[in-house]
């Protein structure tokens, strides 16, 4: 099956730097999202992202399919960034997930 | 988008009994499908919950222990059957929007299940 692969792991940042996470997929996809996971465990969709390139607030994420990578650029973070941003792909019917990035953000 | 309800949001249960989670949606869907994330873990797909018929395991995941039922396009059931505590976890209900090869999926708040 597709291979998904996060990194980095784990990011510790200090409020108001500025982030890159990486999601490196196997196989043509149909579908990419970005998840954030926040500390009580829900769920929040931040990106819907096959292709290109798209902003929300201080949040932007690219998808290059034909090269199989996704990037997540996070600016200025603040300590509500905190959680664990997870990247989501289907190749066919089903949503194949990484394992995460877990970020903290420091004050 | 879609809103996505789940009762209960969590549960302490002994092991050898059963628990039943339910997923509400706020509006008719096709695709509804059922998550688990165990500890540090990231999300395995469990099942995809067929309307009118049995559901669809994934390689790992039986009938007999995690049934489900699915009556209509805007609910579903998953049971956790004869527990123990290796099936700790958080259980997600998600559902995914518009069909065609792509459709953008959303998740409940979760079910987290302790075990003892």
């Known amino acids: 099956g597709i291979q998904v692969e996060q990194s980095p792991p784990d990011l510790i940042l200090q409020e108001g730097a500025n982030s890159t996470l990486r999601c490196n997929f196997s196989d043509s996809v149909n579908n990419l999202q970005w998840f954030h996971q926040n500390p009580w465990g829900q769920l929040i969709n931040l990106f819907y992202?096959?292709?290109g390139t798209k902003q929300n607030g201080r949040l932007s994420a690219t998808t290059v399919a034909t090269e199989r990578y996704s990037l997540l650029y996070i600016s200025s973070s603040q300590t509500t960034d905190s959680g664990v941003y997870f990247c989501a792909v289907k190749p066919s019917e089903k949503l194949v997930f990484g394992k995460g990035t877990k970020l903290t953000v420091n004050p | 988008s879609a809103v996505i309800s789940q009762k209960p949001s969590r549960d302490i249960c002994q092991r050898g009994t059963s628990l039943t989670i339910q997923c509400q949606v706020d509006s008719q869907v096709t695709m509804m499908f059922w998550y688990r994330q165990q500890p540090g873990q990231s999300l395995t797909l469990i099942a995809t919950?067929?309307?009118?018929?049995?559901?669809?395991?994934e390689s790992g995941f039986v009938i007999d222990k995690f049934p489900i039922s699915r009556p209509n396009l805007t609910f579903s059931t998953l049971t956790v059957s004869n527990m123990s505590p290796e099936d700790s976890s958080i259980y997600l209900c998600?559902?995914?929007?518009?069909?065609?090869?792509?459709?953008?999926?959303?998740f409940g708040p979760g079910t987290r299940l302790t075990v003892l």
């Open positions: 998600s559902v995914r929007i518009s069909g065609g090869a792509g459709g953008e999926q959303f």
């Open positions: 919950a067929n309307q009118g018929s049995e559901a669809t395991y």
């Open positions: 992202i096959p292709s």
